[in-house]
């Protein structure tokens, strides 16, 4: 197991130094559809890592077996009103999202590779970044709010028909200094508690801080359920919380930080399969 490092972190540590090695389990969804939870690090780790681990594997048995199925599943629930969304013409337009891109699990191939650079927009886009541009130039609709309800349950559908493709996010050509940012910010130190990403999800995954077992922080499995507040959870919505809990000012969601943010930390889980809705805790 890993040193502990920096005394901020050591007090946040459960004083017994109890340590939780992620479990040795394979997921396979409704036993048809094979997850990659665990795989060799993507090389532009430079050795940061050997090893990429879901979060799955961080959790006790019950949140576990949760996800196995999805009867079991809450996130499913709002996957299911996605859906509806997805077949309902809105906007201007008059159109709705199947009508550009027919059913929702032709969309397969869409969610392992966000964020990506868009050549035409000239920036790297986030998966509700792209929803919002076909909703307001596509449908004439507007556009919903960053982590909404009905944004984070669209995401939820997207990342639903693409379970257990591995994460591919490129982060070579112009989306190289997005990366490069995002990168930065992974390993910059924040608040009264002087913590970057890197000190619970690299250093430190594995053992217990406070009450939870620290994973490394993929984010295949986003958005996620959250037992903790029972709802689907966006990707920068983590983020959020976690600068905060560092007691530092922390950044929007949607913001051009957290989409730098996520592009490095997706890039960090390539190969993983994706699975949200995920369940944690």
């Known amino acids: 197991m890993r040193k502990l490092t920096g005394a901020m972190l050591a007090t946040l540590l459960t004083t017994s130094a109890v340590m939780a090695d992620p479990v040795d389990d394979t997921l396979t969804i409704n036993g048809e559809t094979d997850i990659v939870v665990r795989t060799a690090a993507p090389e532009h780790l430079d050795g940061a890592l050997k090893e990429v681990m879901s979060g799955w594997l961080f959790r006790e048995d019950d949140t576990r077996i949760m996800q196995t199925d999805d009867f079991d599943n809450p996130g499913m629930i709002f996957v299911e009103l996605a859906e509806d969304n997805w077949n309902m013409a809105e906007g201007s337009n008059g159109k709705s999202c199947a009508d550009c891109h027919g059913a929702s699990s032709d969309m397969s191939e869409v969610r392992p590779t966000y964020p990506k650079w868009n050549a035409s927009a000239g920036e790297v886009r986030t998966l509700e970044m792209q ?6 130039n596509q ?53 009264q508690l002087d913590l970057s990403c890197s000190n619970c999800h690299e250093d430190n ?77």
């Open 139 to 191: 449908m004439g609709a507007e556009e919903w709010g960053y982590t909404s309800g009905d944004m984070v349950n669209m995401t939820a559908l997207l990342a639903s028909v693409s379970r257990g493709k591995p994460m591919n996010v490129a982060i070579d050509g112009p989306a190289q200094s997005v990366w490069e940012q995002g990168k930065e910010m992974y390993y910059t130190r924040y608040g």
């Open 205 to 281: 995954y594995g053992n217990m801080i406070r009450a939870d077992h620290l994973s490394q922080g993929q984010t295949n499995g986003f958005p996620v359920y959250r037992l903790k507040n029972t709802k689907l959870n966006a990707a920068h919505d983590r983020f959020k919380g976690c600068i905060r809990d560092t007691r530092a000012e922390t950044f929007a969601p949607g913001s051009a930080e957290f989409v730098a943010l996520e592009l490095y930390v997706a890039s960090r889980g390539n190969g993983l399969g994706v699975e949200g809705p995920a369940i944690r805790n």
């Open 131 to 136: 929803i919002n541009n076909c909703r307001t």
